[in-house]
């Protein structure tokens, strides 16, 4: 990470200015804007350590803005949307969004989020950890992921459920075991949020003779590696 800074995306200057202020009393430099035309120059001037970004937004919406800012980084962002709208929400994990928050939303339990995808992308206390297979490597010293050697495009959210389960190979975990493992126990969202991750990473992936990302009807997801 290049620094200690959020970028904070809304055209709603009160909210930004509520942000703000609690932000930098956790400790934390922030940068704001307010338009969707501002957000990929400043984001790029900046190189946040983390976005917040508003869906509804003046000149591009927040979706748009999403898919372009991961074109290019795995960034972590966290999407702000209309309350009670699970459409938005799972449309925002689709594109590669890491959290979501519904407005209007406690300035306290964004803050506790923010913190909480920043830990979980914190360095491993493990000075390595990787899986290795003839055809497929994960590692999250530097959070890549190869196919028969070739570099796969993935957040980081992604590349950590996809090694938790590949580096437990065999054993079948629910939903909300995946959630408690990979997201941690102060992730906010919901189960979907699993299916949502999986199905992402088997589009990437694909299927192969030697190993698969199974789904256990009525229980969960488990890795196998075929002998």
Request: net charge negative; charged share 30%.
């Amino acid at each position: 990470m290049e620094n200690n800074s959020i970028l904070v995306i809304d055209d709603d200057r009160n909210i930004l200015a509520i942000i703000e202020l609690y932000l930098k009393k956790a400790g934390f430099e922030v940068v704001t804007c307010t338009t969707g035309y501002e957000a990929l120059p400043m984001f790029r001037a900046t190189r946040p350590t983390l976005v917040v970004l508003d869906v509804m937004l003046p000149g591009k919406d927040g979706w748009s803005i999403l898919h372009e800012i991961r074109q290019e980084s795995t960034v972590p962002v966290i999407m702000l949307t209309a309350k009670g709208d699970t459409g938005e929400r799972v449309r925002g994990l689709e594109l590669g969004a890491d959290d979501y928050i519904a407005k209007p939303f406690d300035s306290n339990e964004l803050v506790a989020r923010i913190k909480a995808v920043l830990r979980r992308l914190a360095p491993p206390d493990e000075p390595f950890k990787a899986v290795e297979l003839p055809d497929l490597y994960i590692s999250l010293e530097n959070y890549s992921v190869l196919l028969d050697g070739e570099p796969i495009d993935m957040p980081p959210k992604e590349i950590e459920l996809l090694y938790f389960l590949a580096s437990h190979s065999g054993k079948v975990f629910t939903r909300e075991q995946l959630l408690e493992q990979v997201w941690g126990f102060d992730f906010f969202g919901d189960s979907r949020t699993v299916d949502v991750h999986v199905k992402r990473i088997r589009e990437k992936l694909g299927e192969r003779d030697t190993w698969q990302l199974k789904t256990v009807w009525g229980v969960g997801y488990k890795f196998d590696i075929k002998q």
